[in-house]
């Protein structure tokens, strides 16, 4: 089994930055592939970010490539989200995703991920 606790949300205006942690317990977090997704209430969960358990592979959505850099470190069992130039389309409840081994073929699939944070607020004001 594997824990995922989020931080970092917030309140921020448009244009502002935040970093969102992911920190994971249980079993070796070295050898899980981490990820972010969002939710805005009444909308499907949508992918956000992914990276490999080594760290060298990260994968984006089109609506936060450039702006969101997801990163890890393996030493802290955690994993994070900084996210620039926010905008209020932005705005939702994070959450940190994780899953055992490779990065899924189909990453942007909520099911192919078998661990769930319980989610940070983003709230990003105009």
């Known amino acids: 089994q594997v824990q995922l606790v989020e931080s970092g949300g917030g309140l921020v205006q448009a244009g502002d930055s935040l970093r969102l942690s992911c920190a994971a317990s249980?079993?070796?977090?070295?050898?899980?592939?981490m990820g972010w997704f969002r939710q805005v209430p009444g909308k499907e969960r949508e992918f956000v970010s992914v990276?490999?358990?080594?760290?060298?592979?990260?994968y984006y959505a089109d609506s936060v490539k450039g702006r969101f850099t997801i990163s890890r470190d393996n030493a802290k069992n955690t994993a994070y989200l900084q996210m620039n130039s926010l905008e209020p389309d932005d705005t939702s409840v994070y959450y940190c995703?994780?899953?055992?081994?490779?990065?899924?073929?189909?990453?942007?699939?909520?099911?192919?991920?078998?661990?769930w944070g319980q989610g940070t607020q983003v709230t990003v004001s105009s």
């Open positions: 995703v994780a899953v055992w081994g490779r990065i899924p073929s189909t990453i942007a699939k909520s099911a192919a991920y078998d661990y």
């Open positions: 249980g079993r070796t977090f070295s050898r899980i592939v």
């Open positions: 990276i490999s358990w080594s760290g060298y592979s990260t």
